[in-house]
């Protein structure tokens, strides 16, 4: 069955850190991989996505990630965090042969001290 | 704001009730999406409907139910409710039925079941 794991639940980092969240997923088909982000009191929204081509994708807010698929991960980066930067984040996966469900991972909480 | 409309905002009820989550996708999606999260069971997905008919079913309790009406608007129905149903409840929308597409949730709808 498919599965994502964010191994990190609570990350707590100055402004101006390096930031880095792990995901990995487990299936072995292709997959569309996504990251979401939920400020607190507020809906999640979309940071970036990938489907197929260049495995570094830019998304917004200055976030990144890298799809390595012989590590099944798609890690979340950004180089320089900013306070506003603190939510929880959320790894995605979906599978071309299960169109409609989308497998969320349990959620990164990001606390970034001013 | 997502275009997506959830009512109410705020749920609060006794054990044993039933109660009525309303969502209207964003204008064009024909998908409609229900998650539940909570603390300990974090993003969990519920059911999915496309066009009116249902399309996948994810961790959802033969108590609840959901239906998509002839003008895309989704109901959420949970019934018998018991204090561990307490959540935040999202709703997302995409256009069509396929792996590719970015969701759009709503803000969500806070049920506390005292």
């Known amino acids: 069955a498919q599965s994502v794991s964010q191994h990190n639940h609570h990350v707590i980092l100055s402004e101006a850190a390096s930031l880095e969240l792990g995901c990995n997923y487990s299936?072995?088909?292709?997959?569309?991989l996504f990251w979401y982000v939920q400020y607190p009191g507020q809906h999640l929204q979309l940071l970036l996505k990938y489907f197929s081509g260049d495995p570094l994708v830019k998304g917004i807010k200055g976030f990144e990630a890298e799809f390595i698929k012989s590590k099944f991960s798609f890690n979340l980066r950004k180089p320089s965090v900013q306070w506003s930067d603190t939510a929880e984040y959320f790894c995605a996966v979906t599978s071309d042969s299960s169109a409609s469900k989308i497998i969320f991972g349990s959620g990164t909480r990001l606390s970034i001290r001013p | 704001d997502s275009g997506v409309t959830q009512t109410p905002k705020h749920l609060i009820t006794a054990t044993g009730q039933r109660v009525t989550l309303r969502c209207s996708p964003r204008?064009?999606?024909?998908?409609v999406y229900w998650y539940q999260q909570s603390l300990d069971q974090g993003l969990q997905f519920l059911i999915q409907?496309?066009?009116?008919?249902?399309?996948a079913k994810g961790n959802i309790l033969e108590r609840f139910s959901a239906q998509q009406f002839p003008d895309l608007h989704s109901e959420l129905n949970l019934s018998s409710l018991e204090l561990g149903d307490s959540a935040l409840y999202f709703c997302?929308?995409?256009?069509?039925?396929?792996?590719?597409?970015?969701?759009?949730f709503g803000p969500g709808t806070r049920l506390t079941v005292l």
């Open positions: 204008s064009g999606d024909l998908s």
């Open positions: 299936y072995g088909g292709t997959v569309n």
């Open positions: 997302a929308s995409s256009v069509r039925d396929s792996s590719y597409n970015e969701q759009f």
């Open positions: 409907y496309y066009n009116g008919e249902e399309r």
